[in-house]
């Protein structure tokens, strides 16, 4: 460990006993760094989590003047996101700025905007995000993603901020230095359980049932219709196949649940399967207990809709069912969904295609040779995956300075303006939006005056 080294990991989710995959992947990070110097987890929400091995500083990630205070004269900084004034600060000190590029969140606005309805985000939303993305390209020293398929669309975005030039490329061919693959991990220790959770245990699911399992959330995103209808379809050849859906409503309490969530709950009472086949756990599952939900699974379902979003998504939760050595049923054109296929880690269904779900659920459920199979592939790929092993590039990324070459730009300040301008009219209407910018503005006036 450098000693003298100060990191500073920023979440932009909740993190705690129970939490989605940007807190989990935060909190994952922050363990995996302490090697390398004295780290500090900045969290967003009021959390029951105990620091182990690091400092724990809860903090509103979104306020710039906050955020300035807890970076500054940190030697290193890992965040998803900064508010764009502290990206623009940091830009202008010696601290190393990685941030991770795992979730584009600008594609993520658009794919559930799409099945949003009238709950959808105005416009600006999509616009802060993606400027917030531009400034980080522009202002970062490295950056990390979760797949090589992220990394070319991240390396597209570098070249077009100019981050890309003759003298970085003939230093750093490869551009690792710059950009490299952190994918989500695996926890090195195997799930446990202290006993049922679910077979024998949940009304309508028997101790001798097949249990599919919907490993996370359902996000607007996804496609658990397809599922449904498959498992209502596949009950007219056998009765012992059940499908719980694992968490309902995300466990940072000020998401909303999403539309998706209420058309699969609609689907399965149209269906007439809600509570008989189709079960759905409306509370979210503490990360600690989730094994052993994990362990009383026959196979891990996945299923996405077919647009922008799949291409470049990393179904992190997928790999709780690799973690368990659960063969998995997945959509293919997402990164996890194609490895499934490409390795036989169960089977690879196209997007939308419920026969295909049927023939490829009564295969792994009713051919004992091609179970096994999968099972010992997803053996095979797990060592991959544990957190130790992903995190390296990262562990690298924080200990190197870089190529010296190719220097951050300047962030686009005026766009920025412009856009926390709109985004204030939307939200506060006119007469609201001109109350609260000139109040920013009293205050900044004031602080100048103190100086």
């Known amino acids: 460990m450098s000693p003298s080294r100060r990191i500073v990991v920023v979440a932009s ?47 509103n990630v979104w306020d710039a003047s906050e955020m300035n205070r807890l970076t500054g004269g940190a030697d290193c900084v890992v965040a998803q996101r900064l508010p764009v004034p502290t990206m623009r600060s940091l830009a202008r000190t010696r601290t190393r700025r990685i941030y991770d590029l795992s979730a584009p969140l600008g594609i993520e606005n658009l794919a559930s905007d799409a099945q949003a309805g009238a709950e959808r985000q105005p416009p600006t939303a999509l616009e802060l995000n993606v400027l917030a993305e531009r400034v980080a390209l522009a202002t970062g020293d490295a950056f990390i993603c979760a797949s090589e398929t992220q990394r070319d669309f991240w390396l597209g975005g570098l070249l077009q901020q100019g981050r890309i030039d003759a003298a970085r490329h003939d230093a750093d061919p490869s551009l690792r230095e710059l950009i490299d693959v952190v994918p989500f991990g695996i926890d090195p220790k195997p799930p446990r359980s202290a006993g049922p959770v679910v077979k024998g245990v949940v009304d309508g699911i028997s101790a001798g049932d097949r249990l599919l399992l919907w490993p996370g959330g359902i996000w607007n995103w996804f496609d658990p219709l397809t599922v449904i209808d498959a498992v209502a379809e596949l009950a007219e050849k056998r009765d012992d196949v059940r499908l719980l859906f694992l968490g309902m409503r995300h466990p940072n309490p000020r998401f909303p649940e999403t539309r998706m969530a209420g058309r699969a709950r609609a689907r399965a009472d149209e269906l007439g399967v809600r509570d008989r086949l189709v079960f759905f756990n409306e509370g979210w599952v503490p990360h600690e207990e989730r094994g052993a939900y994990l362990l009383e699974a026959d196979l891990g379902v996945s299923a996405h809709l077919d647009h922008l979003e799949s291409r470049f998504a990393f179904r992190t939760r997928l790999l709780d069912c690799f973690w368990a050595g659960v063969p998995v049923v997945a ?35 009713g051919d004992a ?18 957190w130790p092993r992903a995190v390296e590039p990262l562990r690298r990324l924080v200990r190197e300075r870089g190529t010296p070459l190719a220097r951050p730009g300047r962030a686009p ?39």
């Open 331 to 365: 959509t293919t054109g997402d990164v996890l969904g194609d490895l499934v296929a490409r390795c036989r880690l169960g089977r690879g269904v196209p997007p939308g295609d419920v026969g295909a779900w049927v023939r490829a659920l009564e295969l792994l459920l």
């Open 13 to 59: 989710d909740h993190v705690g006993s129970r939490m989605a995959g940007p807190g989990i992947r935060s909190l994952n990070f922050a363990r995996e760094l302490r090697a390398e110097g004295y780290v500090t987890l900045v969290v967003p929400f009021e959390t029951d989590l105990v620091p182990d091995g690091f400092d724990l500083v809860v903090a």
């Open 369 to 386: 040779d091609a179970y096994e199979e999968a099972r010992e592939n997803v053996a095979a790929v797990r060592e991959e995956y544990l």
């Open 413 to 451: 300040r005026a766009g920025w303006i412009s856009l926390r301008v709109r985004h204030a009219v939307a939200a506060r209407g006119m007469v609201g939006a001109a109350r609260r910018l000139a109040q920013l503005a009293t205050r900044r006036a004031l602080r100048r005056a103190v100086r």
